[in-house]
């Protein structure tokens, strides 16, 4: 069994990120991997056989709102969770540059509504924050109330520049919010070794550095991590489209001890997000 928490299916909105195959082509060749059919003709079927043939039970597919470049409607995240049967989550997308449509979309979409977490991208903004910024603790503090994991994207291109990435953020919203829950997409890359010792004073924190864990510098230090003391709050995520699905969990499961896979692979996940898990 196998969760995979960062992975976005060709549907409707969500194609955006499709928009260009020759383009994250290109991004998956940076890694060394290769990017699949699916993407390449941007084919729901064949993600779906794809994910089969990798052993994929589950994926969290996440929402994108008041990004600079292009966004994903919580409708139609909602929307994909009932046409994908249950294989599919959701987190629905917050505007971190319109707070209150941000906790009415958590009102709607994650308290009334079929979706297990929020995800937050502010330094993605056209006018970018900071994911410390004061002006979006409202948002945590809801999420705190209602027990809603927190997905933040710290890592990558998480904002103009590597600031927006800086692991001190997490760690103090962490401490601010010590009864929320926070998962790290993109792993604070490329702020590896402090992205870690904010998890390891902050036990709040997952961590998942999808993409950047795959035939990348720091990643070592992730596996270390998760090999001992970071076993329960480390995720598996592909990074698809941009990363192909069978390629990315292959060379995971070749990096981690046995005996902790089944915690990375699908455990935490299911702890993290509430997700009820077919008997063994």
């Not at 997409?185 to 795959?214: E, K, R």
């Amino acid at each position: 069994m196998v969760i995979d928490v960062r992975l976005r299916p060709p549907f409707k909105s969500f194609r955006q990120q499709y928009a260009s195959p020759a383009a994250n082509k290109a991004f998956s060749a940076r890694f060394g991997l290769t990017s699949p059919e699916s993407v390449q003709q941007v084919s729901e079927e064949l993600m779906l056989k794809e994910m089969d043939e990798a052993g994929i039970t589950y994926g969290l597919a996440t929402g994108r709102n008041g990004h600079f470049r292009y966004n994903v409607s919580n409708d139609d995240v909602a929307e994909v969770v009932t046409q994908y049967h249950g294989r599919i989550f959701g987190a629905a997308g917050l505007d971190c540059g319109n707070v209150p449509q941000a906790l009415a979309d958590i009102e709607k979409y994650v308290v009334n509504g079929p979706c297990k977490a929020v995800s937050m991208e502010p330094g993605a903004l056209a006018m970018p924050r900071y994911a410390n910024d004061r002006r979006l603790y409202p948002i945590y503090e809801m999420c705190q109330a209602h027990g809603i994991p927190v997905i933040v994207m710290l890592g990558g291109r998480a904002g103009p520049d590597v600031s927006y990435s800086n692991p001190a953020i997490i760690s103090g919203i962490a401490a601010d919010f010590p009864n929320a829950r926070f998962m790290v997409s993109h792993g604070g890359w490329p702020w590896v070794q402090a992205v870690i010792g904010a998890c390891f004073w902050q036990t709040n924190i997952w961590l998942c550095p999808d993409m950047y864990l795959m035939n990348n510098s720091g990643a070592q230090d992730y596996v270390a991590a998760a090999n001992t003391w970071l076993q329960d709050r480390f995720l598996f995520g592909s990074g698809y489209p941009l990363m192909p699905i069978g390629e990315s969990l292959s060379i995971f499961k070749t990096m981690f001890k046995a005996e902790v896979l089944p915690k990375l692979l699908y455990k935490n996940a299911a702890e993290l997000f509430n997700i009820e898990l077919p008997k063994e």
